[in-house]
């Protein structure tokens, strides 16, 4: 509530990855300009946006797809998407269903192996890679000193 705006995410892996991007677009992380990015789970995002919708405050959704269409999950918050301060960032293609998967296709495989340290020959390896390690990934992408390109939901989302 005393955030200028916040930018809600799915876990950790997620929050890491935001606040890089957001780095990236402003030249300085989140908080140093009063925007929170918050680690929510499941309910808890209906419940943020319950309060953004009375309070007004500013307020970005940022989803995986899961596997399924972008529209559909972008209508599971229609209701809350209908206030001019709510918006809901879910990346577009449904075959690349969480954060690793959109971070790859943005990158490539070369791109990331770079970024992370590794020489993986298949995406496919890189990814099992990168799944197994959520977090300790997210943490290198966020401290690499390295040129990424982030997910056009993320960088939306940012923006």
Same mark, same amino acid.
């Given at each position: ?47 943020? *946006?319950?309060?953004?919708? %009375?309070?007004? /405050?500013?307020? &970005? !959704?940022?989803?995986?797809?899961? =596997?399924?269409?972008? @529209? ?26 969480? *954060?690793?998967?959109?971070? %790859?296709?943005? /990158?490539?495989? &070369? !791109?990331?192996?770079?970024?992370? =340290?590794?020489?993986? @020959? ?38």
């Amino acid at each position: 509530m005393l955030a200028r705006r916040s930018i809600l995410v799915e876990g950790p892996s997620d929050e890491l990855i935001v606040q890089r991007a957001y780095k990236d677009v402003h030249g300085c992380l989140p908080i140093e300009d009063g925007v929170d990015v918050i680690s929510v789970r499941g309910l808890a995002f209906r419940r943020f *946006l319950d309060i953004a919708s %009375l309070t007004g /405050n500013v307020v &970005a !959704v940022v989803r995986d797809n899961d =596997g399924t269409e972008a @529209a559909e999950v972008q209508r599971k918050y229609a209701a809350h998407t209908a206030f001019p301060n709510i918006s809901v960032h879910v990346g577009q293609d449904k075959d690349y269903k969480t *954060l690793e998967p959109q971070l %790859l296709k943005a /990158n490539g495989l &070369a !791109v990331m192996n770079a970024i992370l =340290g590794e020489n993986f @020959a298949s995406e496919a390896d890189l990814l099992e890679h990168m799944e197994d390690r959520k977090t300790t990934c997210a943490l290198t992408i966020f401290s690499s000193d390295q040129t990424i390109t982030m997910p056009e939901y993320i960088r939306d989302a940012v923006a």
